[in-house]
């Protein structure tokens, strides 16, 4: 039973630095954008058009390993590593072949939007946790 | 009497590409930070939390002269080119010192986002008009 | 005898504003994507690591129909407008679907770098300019 | 004696997201730029054109306590944990006036660029270690 998502990706020019590699900043931007990719490949969105949910960032980090450099192509390896009543903590690898470039994890709360336009806390819908339980590590 | 508004700017890192200079992208968001920098100076916002008034970009276009390297510090030169009834024609130059770096133009349109959520054009407030009205070059 | 390129792409989430869609800026990277994929597909590299050549923007330009929204597919057509000794226009089109998005032009122009750092316009090299060839409109 | 730094910043329309606030990923740009602010602050510029150094981040990490939105004042207050043979540790701390944005680590090592543009750590030159003392927290 899989429970890893894979996301393939290549790096684009605008998001190379000065020092010739993909900026810091925008590994992060790679791990969120395999997270959505999981949700979709279990018929989610994790920004519903007009919809009440959010997943507010708790909390990030990364540890950097090697570089990326322009048109390299690279996946991304997400698991669930806890799914929580209200948190999510996601684990991710970035590798290139056999290179490995980073390894990072994001944790994030469902909220629910205000009338006054602010974030509240709240549990997750069971129709959610259940489409993602597959990637939970055991 | 004053017709056009002057933005200072600092290059950083993330802004670079492997080329060593400013990603011609981001040269785009150099000319809108100004744009706002300017809404702020007679005391509007272009995004007001809650507002009903939107500016979607009609067209944007750039002539590019000189890079912008790592901390490079120019200028923004804003003026509106055009106030019409529904849109604002805005024209930048920006500059090192006395090295001209680039020059471009952004037209907009004021819109009201309807109960659906799409925007819809509409006339611009006489009170922002107004207080716009001095950087219109005559 | 095909003489444009289409380049499939996705928005994420991470390039939307507080608008909801996608900023303005990021529309030229989607063009720039689409230049850099068309370039791979003849077996060519924008951008060769240690290598003598680059392509400084000399102007771009873009017109804004339709926005677009997280998690969008859409794509990008590229056609050559000019293919000239030392310089290159792209013509861009964006749809999603049968839905026109936006429409965009980019011109650059070859530079090679010079002992001390300095970019220094030059003529595009054959075996480029052949292998581009193909998409030239006529 | 000051052991920090402050860098001062304003929130740019293009750093929000369809939620309303600063993504995640800028949130680690604003920590480098403070860091960059510092060394420019004691004379010194983390990437000089045609240097030899670079300072390949090894971590970066954020605990996230409120958003920022479009326009928010805010400071970074910036502190180096550990100033090491080879690597400098950076604390951050993101603050509207009081109200607690976030906080978070950036690691980086000091590298030379090899005759095949690779990068290979090295000791970090005392005029460097010399003029960042003062921003080691004891």
New interface residues.
Partial sequence: MPSEFRYARRV???E??????V????M??YM??AE?AMW?SVGL???E??GRY?W?????????RN?L???DEFEVVVRIAALKTRTIQYEFVLRRGQTPIATGVISCICAVKGAD?T?KATEIPDEISGKLASFVTR
């Fill in positions: 684009q020019f605008a190379t630095d000065l020092a010739g590699i900026h810091f900043s925008t992060f931007r969120e954008e959505h979709r969105t994790i920004a058009r007009g959010g507010p960032r708790l909390d990030a980090a990364m540890e950097f570089p450099h322009f048109e336009g974030m």
